[in-house]
């Protein structure tokens, strides 16, 4: 099979970047740490997460991240590029410690995968410069390998290739997770990333520290089997997978937390009846032999209809303490809220509301984390770098525009360190 290839306009970038961009830029550059050293991976004990020092001292490791998704797109074009290093080393300043973002583009435009088993090696090089740059700020990734969703291709995608270029006839995209010429298109792509030796490092991404989690697909739904067996044995093969390559790193799924039918009295806890039907199931999901930290979304703004900021609160409290209890005694792993935000973006909520809602979600972790209940950690959804308002969804923080959240997340790495 012949495999197209993309190219990349290459402009320079200093014409169009922000002042406040080349200071950070500066100021990254001459304080990075250098990339030869030795930084060990992370690891899980039971509900906790842990790493080592320089001098081989085990210490706890507690995520205080955020989501950038368009790293690697970003990184492909030599005009947006910066914006790569700016987000992490803003992040970095700010004391945030991972960033989740994609390892996949599936079709399209600037495709890292652009169709079965062909993948574009200058998209593939733009991702080793994100893991690059992350490992020379100190900076963990968690690198999801798919989308539920269309945008950046998806599960959408791989099931119109089985249409169309393996003649199959799929009529629904759940598809994805059960038909077996769909499966093998998704593990092809996973070893290819997890294989991956980095052009600039020269480490493959299986063993490079830098990583701390490979994710098997954002928010993953099979709502066309609501009992849950279609996703969760898809989970349990492509995990078995995964590890059958990377043993080493952890591996997390990328759901949103609903409860499913293995726990019916816990379905009230969903914030609606839809959820509990939406093929995902949170504790039997999290039981699949290889699984190491159990992954929960918040988006009370869209989940709940009305826009009380109490009714938002008390959600909060009950969905993260119910998860919480739940992975540390039902599953012993550690919880990751791998999204959470609150949108600004049709008035409903103000920054003020925004930072508080922040500070709960932390406030919650933090209890629990203190308590020795649970390892784990928050990552924000999602942090910008000034240049990148073209891409705000609504949830995007601009440190550089933002000094009361830059504060909380500033207030949030000073408790941790504490």
């Not at 290093?85 to 890292?112: H, K, P, S």
């Not at 998209?123 to 700020?137: G, I, K, M, Y």
């Not at 914030?271 to 699949?288: C, E, K, L």
């Not at 826009?307 to 938002?312: I, Q, R, V, W, Y």
Request: proline share 4%.
């Amino acid at each position: 099979m012949t495999c197209p290839s993309t190219s990349r306009a290459a402009t320079a970038w200093s014409t169009t970047t922000p002042r406040h961009l080349h200071s950070i830029l500066l100021l990254a550059t001459m304080a990075s740490p250098d990339a030869e050293e030795e930084w060990a991976a992370v690891e899980r004990r039971g509900a906790h997460l842990v790493t080592a020092t320089a001098a081989g001292e085990e210490i706890p490791f507690i995520i205080h991240g955020f989501n950038t998704y368009w790293l690697m797109s970003f990184a492909a074009d030599d005009a947006t590029r910066p914006r790569v290093t700016a987000a992490i080393a803003e992040a970095a300043a700010a004391g945030l410690n991972v960033c989740r973002t994609w390892a996949f583009a599936d079709g399209g435009y600037r495709a890292l995968q652009t169709a079965p088993f062909c993948y574009d090696e200058e998209v593939f090089q733009a991702l080793d410069f994100v893991v690059s740059e992350a490992r020379r700020h100190k900076m963990r990734l968690i690198l999801s390998l798919c989308n539920n969703w269309e945008d950046y291709g998806g599960k959408a995608q791989y099931v119109r290739w089985g249409n169309e270029a393996a003649g199959l006839d799929l009529t629904s995209d759940d598809e994805f997770f059960s038909d077996p010429t769909i499966k093998s298109y998704y593990k092809a792509f996973v070893e290819a990333v997890l294989t991956r030796i980095n052009t600039i490092t020269n480490v493959a991404y299986k063993d490079d520290p830098t990583i701390l989690a490979w994710e098997l697909i954002n928010e993953p739904r099979c709502s066309s089997d609501p009992s849950g067996d279609t996703l969760q044995t898809w989970i349990e093969e492509m995990a078995s997978y995964v590890k059958s390559i990377d043993p080493v790193h952890l591996l997390e799924i990328g759901v949103e937390g609903f409860y499913g039918p293995s726990t019916p009295e816990l379905l009230g806890i969903n914030p609606d009846d839809y959820s509990g039907n939406a093929g995902t199931d949170f504790i039997r999901n999290h039981q699949a032999m290889g699984i190491d930290l159990a992954s929960v979304h918040i988006y009370s703004d869209t989940w709940l209809p009305d826009s009380k900021e109490e009714n938002h609160l008390e959600f909060v409290n009950s969905w993260m303490q119910q998860h919480i209890d739940d992975a540390a005694n039902l599953l012993g792993m550690p919880i990751m809220i791998g999204e959470f935000g609150l949108s600004l973006k049709d008035g409903k909520f103000d920054s003020g509301f925004r930072e508080t809602f922040m500070e709960t979600v932390y406030n919650n972790f933090l209890s629990s984390w203190e308590g020795g209940v649970i390892g784990g950690g928050c990552l924000l959804w999602q942090l910008f770098p000034e240049g990148a308002e073209h891409m705000d969804d609504g949830y995007a923080v601009f440190i550089a525009k933002s000094p009361a959240t830059l504060n909380v997340l500033e207030n949030h790495s000073r408790r941790l360190d504490s």
